[in-house]
C-alpha cells in the first residue's frame, strides 16, 4: 500500500553536495516516521538520519553524517529530503529511504527493523 522512490544520487567529487528525495504514496504522509540508511559493498546497511512524525518532527543523525547532512520533509508533497554536504569517497553508497507507520520510540529510529516500507534505493558515488 505504501510505495517509496528515491532519486537524486549520481556522481559527485569529494567535497560537493547531493540532494536526494524520496516520494512517498499511501498512507497520508505526514503520519509517518521517515529514515535514510545507506549500504555500501561488503558493509552492513546502517542508519544515517531520521525524522519523526507530524509538522515539525525531531531530527536524528549517524554521528557520520551529523554536521553534514540534513534531513527534512515537506508533507504538503509527500517528500523527505536528504541534504549532503562536504561529501567523502566513504560516503559511497546506495542510499534508501524508509517509512515507519508507528512512531518511534526511544532510539529506535536508527533500528532497520522499526521501518515498514523500503524504497529501491539509488546509487551515490564520491570520487576523491
Known amino acids: 500500500q505504501v510505495q517509496l522512490v528515491e532519486s537524486g544520487g549520481g556522481l559527485v567529487q569529494a567535497g560537493g553536495s547531493l540532494r536526494l528525495s524520496c516520494a512517498a504514496s499511501g498512507r497520508p504522509f505526514s503520519g509517518y516516521g521517515m529514515g535514510w540508511f545507506r549500504q555500501a559493498p561488503g558493509k552492513q546497511r546502517e542508519f544515517v538520519a531520521a525524522i519523526s512524525r507530524w509538522s515539525g518532527g525531531l531530527t536524528y543523525y549517524a554521528d557520520s553524517a551529523k554536521g553534514r547532512f540534513t534531513i527534512s520533509r515537506d508533507n504538503a508533497k509527500n517528500t523527505v529530503y536528504l541534504q549532503m554536504n562536504s561529501l567523502k569517497p566513504a560516503d559511497t553508497a546506495v542510499y534508501y529511504c524508509?517509512?515507519?507507520?508507528?512512531?518511534?520510540?526511544?532510539?529506535?529510529?536508527?533500528?532497520?527493523?522499526?521501518?515498514?516500507?523500503w524504497g529501491q534505493g539509488t546509487q551515490v558515488t564520491v570520487s576523491s
Open positions: 524508509a517509512a515507519a507507520t508507528t512512531a518511534f520510540d526511544y532510539r529506535d529510529y536508527d533500528r532497520s527493523l522499526k521501518y515498514d516500507y
